[in-house]
């Protein structure tokens, strides 16, 4: 797996951009998931997001990876920013603060 890419400075919203299938901390602590945004879709691809460490923590939500779209969220996650993307390998890219 691709590691995806973080960029932000600290304060400002940050992104994290995947290319392949796989599982990343994003951020620990309190903050805000903003959007999700698809621009390569992979057939039967999910993206899972959770507000915690790990895939143990509490699902925010649960985004098929099928079509390519752009998703908008005005979730706070309160212990940190978990990503699972499964099924496939999509283009995508997860902005937060």
Known sequence: MAQPFISG???????????SA???LLKTGPGSLRA??????ATA??????????DTGTLIAT???????DIDFSAQFNVGLYVQVTGGNP????TFF
């Open 63 to 69: 985004v098929d990876a099928g079509e390519g779209r």
């Open 36 to 41: 999700v945004s698809i621009g390569v879709p």
């Open 9 to 19: 400075p600290p304060g400002s919203a940050a992104f994290a951009y995947f290319s």
């Open 22 to 24: 796989g599982s990343k």
């Open 91 to 94: 283009n995508l890219t997860i």
């Open 45 to 54: 691809a999910q993206v899972k997001l959770f507000d915690g460490v790990d």
